[in-house]
Structures are given as structure tokens and as C-alpha cells.
């Protein structure tokens, strides 16, 4: 199993590229399900999720081609499976994203139920029940879901919480609906809005994509398109953090400003100067950062998906932070693997006291979750002496190249 070794204590320095955004890439792809026409998408991040999405959609007959400079095309005409098998699904929960686009296309789908993943519960009740609305009859049976339908009627669904993928298999599916969908309660996550305008570039008739309302008119076939995915910008964050937290000074190229308010706001609060383009930031840290307080929830709030990161760096900063967590109920794995590189963490139910200490101390460490893996290669980065990151795997799920990256930064990172 691979591992990353790194020797903090270099203040990161240079320009990196960033790459297509994973949770856009996901369900963007999916998309191609709805359309027998050929779908050409640019600025796909090499992932694995993405390659364990690409394979699941092969095997439901979809030709996927690598084309010259590195667009990927899908065609879907063929589509004659609309089966998502567990042993693809449990590696990865978007895989749900199939469901809607499955069920519109085909009339059909037997999903695997996700299951439980190390940050919770996280269940798809909500994507069940906007589909039910819209005229699906669906049996939850042997860890499967049955989904069958004529043709999807226009409904109104409102969430009982905001759901990031549960919108998006309910206005993928509302597309090829009869009629007017409404989803309201809406998730108005910048990757929603990329969905939404690809959707509309296959032909799809969305209005109120970025709000919590969405209206979605039903057309009878959708096209295919070309599409390029929006920038990470979990990725730009967490090369952020990474730059603040070693004293740096970045500058982070092909990103997107504009969706990263919230995290740009807690960085400059944490006394870092940052400058802003439309498709570039820099970042020059201070000497030593100072402790910021979050609250992650839906956006335009601060992301749950930065939270990891975000502790990372307020282990090393000058005074008392506090981290509540609003959307998954276990999500700070991270913590006790903090803790063994030297952090003053305390937990009380949902919220983290980061008292920040003078430095951390490399050790080996376990990667445990996505975003958790992200915030023990920043912190890391701040440790005196070598830290070893082991499973890396779940980093491979959302980080393009991060070894290779954070090299030419000029950090001391090698994979094992
Ligand atoms: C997406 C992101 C993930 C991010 C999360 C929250 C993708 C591929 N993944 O995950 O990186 O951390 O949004 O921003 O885009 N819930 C239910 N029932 C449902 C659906 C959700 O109870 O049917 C709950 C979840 O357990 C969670 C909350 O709602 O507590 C939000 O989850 P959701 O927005 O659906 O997360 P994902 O879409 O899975």
C-alpha cells in the first residue's frame, strides 16, 4: 500500500495548476446516461473515483474513449445495463448519481444502497423520495434499489436538508421528465450550477441553478455536448492551507475565485494577503497564522470538505479556535491522527477546541478518509522531521498528482 513521506518545515513557494473539480467531474459524467448523442468532456481531474465512475458506466455499455489532449468522450447509445453493482458502489457513494439519469434514460435502475462510510451514516432517503414524486415505483430490497418508471412526471420536491447529490440525481432525472419539476431546499453548490450548465448545453431547460429553488422543464431528449469541468476548489483550498501553514507564498493557476469566498475570508483572517483574479490566486502567509473559528454548512458557508484542512492549520497558530461540524455527524477522524503529531485537540460532540502548540512533530500517520488524509499532509507540512502517511489511497480519490504538486512548491514529499 502506498504511503507519502514528507519533511516539513519548508515554506511552500511557486505556482502550481490546479485540476477539474471531483465533484463536478462525478456527476457530470453521469450525465452522459441521459443522451444517445456522444458527450466530449475537457478538464476531467485523473482520479480514481473518476476511473471507478468511468468503469461503472462501461459496464452498463456506455463506450468510453480517451481522445487526444486529454478529452475523454462517452457515448451512451448503447447503454443496455442499468445496473450499479455493490462492489463499485461501496468504493464510492456518488456512484448514487447514476440512479436519476438511469432511471430517466431507461425507464429502470437496480442501484446498490452506498452503505455507511467512515464520516457516517449518510443516507440517500432524500434522492428516493424526490424520484417517488416523480412517479417511481422503487423497492429497497437485499441492499439494492429497484427503481422502475414509464416516463418521470414534473413534480414538487422539497428536501428535508440540503443535499448536494440528491439535487443532482433530481434534476438530471427531471430533464427527461414530463413537465415542470421544482426542487426546492435546494443545494446551491457551485458543482450544481456545473451540472446545470451542462445539462443545458445537452439541451435541458434549467432555471435557478446556484439558488434553493430549481425549476427544471422536461424536455423529451437531451444531445450530446462538449463540456469543460470548473476548477477544484476543495483542491485550491487545501493548497492554500498548505501555503499558509508553512509560511509561504503561492500562486495557484486554472481556479475559481469566485466559489471560494468563505474559505478565502477564515485564510485572511488567519492574517494571510491574498490577491485575487478571475482565474489565478496568490497567497502570501505570515510568520505565524492566527487561530480561526468555523462552522461548516451548506454552501455559501464554509465547506465541510475544508474542515480537515482548516484544523490542520490552527493546530500551528497563535491561539484558541473552535471547529463545529453541521453535516456529517463523524467527521473528525483526523483528530486522534493530529493528536499523534503533537495537536491540542478536545472534542464535545460536534465541536473541536484547537488549542494551536509552537510545532508539531512527524510520526507515522493513518489517512483514514478523504478530506482527512488532505489535513495530514498540511499539517505535515508545518511538523518538524518526517511524517508517513499511510493509505494513501483515499488521497489517490481526490488529488490529482499531490506528491508531484506539492514537489514543485518545493516541499520534501516522496511516495512510497
Ligand atoms: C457531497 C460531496 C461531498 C461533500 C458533501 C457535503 C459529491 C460527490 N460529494 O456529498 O464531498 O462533503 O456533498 O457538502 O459531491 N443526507 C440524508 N439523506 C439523503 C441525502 C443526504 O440524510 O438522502 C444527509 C447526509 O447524511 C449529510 C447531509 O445530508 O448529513 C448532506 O449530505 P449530501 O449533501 O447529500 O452529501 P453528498 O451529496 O453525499
Do not use: W
Not at 434549467?206 to 431528449?221: F, M, N, S
Not at 495557484?252 to 475565485?257: D, E, G, H
Amino acid at each position: 500500500m502506498d504511503k507519502l513521506a514528507i519533511e516539513g518545515g519548508v515554506p511552500l513557494a511557486g505556482e502550481i495548476v490546479i485540476s477539474g473539480a471531483k465533484n463536478a467531474a462525478l456527476p457530470i459524467l453521469c450525465a452522459a446516461l441521459l443522451t444517445s448523442g456522444t458527450m466530449t468532456f475537457s478538464n476531467l481531474p485523473h482520479l480514481r473515483d473518476v476511473a471507478t465512475l468511468l468503469k461503472l458506466l462501461a459496464q452498463m455499455g456506455v463506450r468510453v474513449t480517451q481522445e487526444p489532449d486529454a478529452v475523454m468522450s462517452l457515448d451512451a447509445s448503447g447503454l443496455d445495463n442499468p445496473c450499479a453493482p455493490y462492489d463499485l458502489v461501496k468504493t464510492m457513494r456518488a456512484s448514487i448519481l447514476v440512479l436519476g439519469p438511469l432511471l430517466a434514460r431507461c425507464g429502470e435502475a437496480r442501484v446498490s444502497l452506498p452503505g455507511g462510510c467512515a464520516i457516517g451514516a449518510r443516507p440517500v432517503d432524500q434522492h428516493i423520495k424526490g424520484l417517488q414524486a416523480m412517479g417511481a415505483e422503487i423497492q429497497v430490497e437485499q441492499g439494492y434499489i429497484h427503481a422502475r418508471a414509464g416516463r418521470l412526471r414534473g413534480a414538487r420536491v422539497c428536501t428535508d436538508m440540503v443535499t448536494v447529490t440528491g439535487t443532482e440525481n433530481l434534476m438530471m432525472a427531471a430533464s427527461l421528465a414530463e413537465g415542470e419539476t421544482i426542487i426546492e431546499n435546494a443545494a446551491r453548490e457551485p458543482e450544481v450550477v456545473d451540472l446545470a450548465n451542462c445539462l443545458a448545453r445537452m439541451g435541458a431547460r434549467i432555471l435557478g441553478a446556484g439558488t434553493d429553488v430549481i425549476r427544471v422543464h422536461g424536455v423529451e431528449r437531451l444531445i450530446g455536448a462538449a463540456y469543460a469541468v470548473m476548477p477544484d476548489r476543495i483542491e485550491t483550498g487545501t493548497y492554500l492551507c498548505a501555503a499558509a501553514v508553512t509560511g509561504g507564498r503561492v500562486r495557484l493557476v486554472n481556479t475559481a475565485a469566485a466559489t471560494l469566498d468563505s474559505v478565502i475570508d477564515k485564510l485572511m483572517e488567519a492574517g494571510c494577503d491574498i490577491q485575487l483574479a478571475p482565474e489565478a490566486i496568490c497567497l502570501q502567509a505570515p510568520a505565524r497564522l492566527k487561530s480561526v473559528s468555523l462552522r461548516t454548512a451548506p454552501y455559501p458557508a464554509f465547506p465541510t470538505d475544508m474542515q480537515a484542512q482548516f484544523m490542520a492549520i490552527n493546530c500551528v497558530a497563535d491561539g484558541v479556535a473552535s471547529i463545529r461540524e453541521t453535516i456529517f455527524e463523524n467527521r473528525f477522524m483526523h483528530v486522534a491522527e493530529l493528536q499523534r503529531l503533537g495537536a491540542d485537540i478536545q472534542i464535545e460532540g460536534n465541536n473541536a477546541i484547537v488549542r494551536g502548540v509552537a510545532s508539531l512533530q512527524g510520526a507515522n500517520v493513518m489517512a483514514t478518509d478523504l478530506r482527512a488524509s488532505a489535513s495530514l499532509a498540511v499539517a505535515a507540512l508545518a511538523a518538524r522531521g518526517e511524517t508517513l502517511i499511510d493509505r494513501i489511497y483515499h488521497l489517490d480519490r481526490g488529488y490529482e498528482d499531490m506528491a508531484e504538486k506539492l514537489s514543485r512548491l518545493g516541499a520534501k514529499v516522496r511516495r512510497i
